[in-house]
Nanobody, 120 residues
Framework: QLQVVQSGGGWVQPGGSLRLSCTAS???????VGWFRQAPGKEREGLAC???????EYDDSVKGRFTISRDKSKNTVELQMDGLKSEDTAVYYC???????????????WGQGTQVTVSS
């Protein structure tokens, strides 16, 4: 059982930046890892995915503003969020996918979630 642990998040003004980080109790090297979010009253949605070989995919809602990356030496996957908008306010989740590739974003192991609030 892989334990996925997130850090980062918090409050930022519109136009600002935040960075989220994700690590795990075991190696993430053989997993594709995705970032997701869930706003109040809405379904959880996938934002970005990075494959085991660091191919990246983004949802249109964050393309050009968010950047996913991984550092295998640190066993981390990060989400750099720039140009944040009020509609980005949500609980953000990291997940280790059931596949090594970002084909279907089915998550085997979820992080605990972290709140991101964008407001003035």
């Amino acid at each position: 059982q892989l334990q996925v642990v997130q850090s980062g998040g918090g409050w930022v003004q519109p136009g600002g930046s935040l960075r989220l980080s994700c690590t795990a109790s075991g190696t993430l090297d053989y997993y594709a890892v995705g970032w997701f979010r869930q706003a109040p009253g809405k379904e959880r949605e996938g934002l970005a995915c990075i494959s085991h070989r660091s191919d990246k995919e983004y949802d249109d809602s964050v393309k050009g503003r968010f950047t996913i990356s991984r550092d295998k030496s640190k066993n981390t996957v990060e989400l750099q969020m720039d140009g944040l908008k009020s509609e980005d306010t949500a609980v953000y989740y990291c997940g280790a996918l059931s596949s090594r590739l970002c084909v279907t974003w089915d998550v085997d192991f979820w992080g605990q979630g972290t709140q991101v609030t964008v407001s003035s």
